[in-house]
């Protein structure tokens, strides 16, 4: 049924198209069929194109008929100068003065790059790794999201040969049951690398048996870095220096 | 006869009316950046304390650009009291950085693509006024993902866990581009340098959808609304890529962003 109204619906058509070619022979409406062609594309180009070449002739326009500047006595002048030169040093060195004269760390989470400066000079960098953003989902309840936190951060303390106390989500992620709080199985010596720096919250910065994925977006949250690299971060960074991460 | 004469002023009729309608669309919105040109020098005039100190700058090339320089360390100094991240866009240098309560945290290089002449046609005592202070960003529109979080559902035992291991995927980085609009309807654009991969040029394609629907937003927001000039003078820049990644990622909703110009 449906199949033989589309067959003649589409009969009817075939008509229309031939009656409307027969028309278009007519050299009258051929005319007229140019004309209003020829109409739409201008409306339509002064609709779209023709406010914007406007725009732009009107700002040339309105450039070229800048009144030119005032005139002033030279004296004046040089002395507005130093002037004004005295007020950009100083703001200059407010300005400088938000920047660290110690060491600080910049970690860039898109690139997972790292950045060891000390005042305004870059003194290391290299690969690191940061949050997976990869949400872990136990149930209706339990939900971790392993992303890197971003802001301004404080070295909280630092630990050689650090011991790992695997969280909850740790044992979940692996499919084991979670043990008890001090629980032997939850403490894992040699993961962390030789040295482990505190941002507070739970979030480290560490070294990784896992070299191979530095440069890419795999951690829990923490900051792995390569041995050598934490070894000179660890070396040039005091309790309180300054981490930021974006 | 009649009902031809009839028909004839119809369309005499419709033709003025249509002619009359594209008059006063084209009139009203080739004269908006005029206008706001005027809107924005009518501020700077009320703002008489302003105009007394800074009169005297445009006596003489090299005290206004001092002025410049001047009005971008200002705003800097303004922009180091927020405890978030910003944008500081300086057009003498070509570095877009990304600042942190007055530190830089990163410096990208860019290249411009396109300034609206608009800003050239700016007076120079409306351009001190304009970018001596941070501007703040009311809109974005980009192709970057700002979390690209992935959702694990946790495996209910060990063989599951070995079977759903996360491997970590680096073909999440889409082609970007970020539109950043901010305060007196400037548009900031950064866009990645080359466009070449089909799903390049497929974003590219969305991008320049996004500036047609903003600029028609434009026209006919003059048309029905003739009393404030509706104009967006953009600023379109190229650079690296990851670069754009990091700024939008480390943007926060409401950042602010000043010009050094």
């Known amino acids: 049924m449906v199949f033989f109204r589309m067959h003649k619906a589409f009969k009817k058509l075939l008509v229309i198209i031939k009656q409307s070619l027969a028309a278009e022979l007519n050299t009258q409406h051929l005319n007229r069929w140019l004309k209003g062609i020829i109409l739409t594309i201008l409306l339509i180009f002064s609709i779209l194109f023709l406010p914007g070449l406007l725009q732009k002739f009107s700002l040339n326009v309105a450039f070229f008929s800048q009144p030119d500047s005032m005139e002033a006595d030279s004296l004046v002048v040089a002395k507005m100068k130093q002037s004004i030169q005295k007020q950009i040093t100083s703001l200059n060195n407010k300005v400088n003065a938000y920047t660290p004269k110690s060491y600080y760390l910049i970690i860039n989470s898109t690139r997972n790059e790292f950045f060891l400066y000390k005042g305004k000079n870059m003194v290391h960098h290299g690969k690191c790794s940061t949050g997976s953003y990869l949400q872990l989902e136990n149930g209706e309840n339990q939900k971790w999201l392993f992303k890197t936190p971003k802001g301004e951060f404080r070295i909280r303390g630092k630990t050689k040969s650090p011991v790992w106390k695997k969280p909850d989500w740790a044992f979940v992620e692996e499919g084991l049951p979670v043990p008890s709080e001090n629980h032997s199985s939850r403490f894992e010596y040699g993961v962390l690398g030789d040295y482990a720096l505190s941002l507070g919250y739970g979030y480290l910065i560490h070294g990784t048996i896992y070299q191979r994925f530095l440069g890419l977006p795999v951690t829990h949250g923490c900051i792995r870095l390569n041995d050598d690299d934490l070894e000179k971060i660890y070396q040039s960074l005091e309790i309180g220096s300054k981490v930021f991460i974006y | ?261």
Request: charged residues 25%; glycine residues 2%.
């Open chain 2, 1 to 261: 006869m009649k009902n031809r004469q009839s028909n004839r002023y119809l369309k005499l009729v419709t033709g003025i009316l249509i002619c009359a309608i594209m008059i006063y669309y084209l009139a009203i919105i080739a004269s908006a950046p005029q206008r706001k040109l005027r809107h924005l020098e009518k501020e700077t005039l009320a703002d008489s304390v302003f105009v007394l100190q800074h009169s005297n700058f445009l006596a003489d090339s090299g005290l206004f650009e001092l002025a410049k320089t001047r009005a971008f360390l200002e705003s800097r100094l303004l922009l180091s009291r927020s405890d978030s991240f910003s944008l500081a866009i300086n057009l003498n240098d070509s570095t877009v950085n990304l600042s942190y309560k007055g530190i830089y945290i990163q410096s990208s290089k860019f290249e411009i693509l396109e300034k609206d002449p608009f800003f050239d046609a700016l007076r120079p005592i409306v351009m001190l006024k304009l970018f001596s202070t941070p501007l703040a960003v009311f809109y974005e529109k980009t192709s970057i993902v700002k979390e690209p979080i992935v959702v694990k559902k946790a495996p209910k035992d060990t063989i599951e866990a070995m079977n759903s291991i996360f491997m970590p995927d680096t073909l999440i980085q889409n082609p970007a581009y970020l539109i950043i609009g901010i305060d007196h309807d400037i548009n900031i654009i950064m866009l990645q340098e080359k466009w070449l991969t089909k799903t390049e040029k497929k974003v590219w394609n969305k991008y320049l959808r996004i500036r047609n629907r903003l600029r028609f937003s434009d026209y006919f927001k003059n048309v029905f609304h003739p009393f404030k000039p509706h104009y967006s003078p953009t600023i379109v820049m190229s650079m690296d890529v990851n670069e754009i990644r990091s700024i939008y990622r480390a943007l926060p909703v409401k950042a602010q962003v000043v010009i050094g110009f």
